[in-house]
Antibody
């Protein structure tokens, strides 16, 4: 069964950092890119960044560049999202999803992990 | 602001056909993919490429592209199709990923 499962969300104080994890299973991890997307309460989807597990090539949305970092562990079929200098605007559900460049689709998506930034 | 533009709200009568549109320059170069999201759930891939549906997606969902516009059509909308719909494409020479702002579909 092809699936991804996020973990690591929670309540964080402004200025803090968080590391989210995404565990993938059921597919050849190195054949795809893995992406992170977030959704603030009542808002739309926002792409954060991606990583190629094969080459560890990464790219990030301009709005978050400098505060986020995506890494991967091929042996554990996992990717990680590090977010620094959190503000209340980072409060969102964070999703991990498999991505393919050939046809430009995200599938599957994880169930999401909630991050709340509040003092 | 999103580089892909969607109408925020669209409504359709039960059993009728509705088209949800996504506009942006990147559509000229890259196929859009479409996602359905219901409250409290993760987005679900509906269609990608040249109108390709994952096996579990009903055939009442279809997609097309013309110029800078991509469309998702629901033929014979069902009550369970009430949801938010997002388009996706690639921008900036294809190195960046972007979503449309989303369309909230109401089935009357």
């Amino acid at each position: 069964q092809v699936q991804v499962v996020e973990s690591g969300g929670g309540l964080v104080k402004p200025g803090g950092s968080l590391r989210l994890s995404c565990a993938a299973s059921g597919f050849r991890f190195s054949d795809y890119y893995m992406t992170w997307i977030r959704q603030a309460p009542g808002k739309g989807l926002e792409w954060i960044g991606y990583i190629s597990i094969d080459s560890f090539h990464t790219n990030y949305a301009y709005s978050l560049r400098g505060r986020v970092s995506i890494s991967g562990d091929n042996a554990k079929n996992s990717v990680f999202l590090q977010i620094n200098s959190l503000t209340v605007e980072d409060t969102a559900v964070y999703y991990c999803a498999r991505y393919t460049w050939r046809d430009n689709w995200f599938d599957p998506w994880g169930q999401g992990t909630q991050v709340i930034v509040s003092s | 602001s999103s580089e892909l533009t969607q109408d925020p709200v669209v409504s359709v009568a039960l059993g009728q056909t509705v088209k949800i549109t996504c506009r942006g320059d990147s559509i000229r170069n890259y196929y859009a993919s479409w996602y359905q999201q219901k409250p409290g759930q993760a987005p679900l891939l509906l269609i990608y490429g040249n109108n390709i549906r994952p096996s579990e997606i009903p055939d009442r969902f279809s997609a097309s592209r013309s110029g800078d516009s991509a469309s998702l059509t629901i033929t014979g909308a069902q009550a369970e199709d009430a949801a938010d719909y997002y388009c996706h494409s690639r921008v900036n020479s294809g190195n960046f990923l972007v979503f449309g702002g989303g369309t909230k579909l109401t089935v009357l």
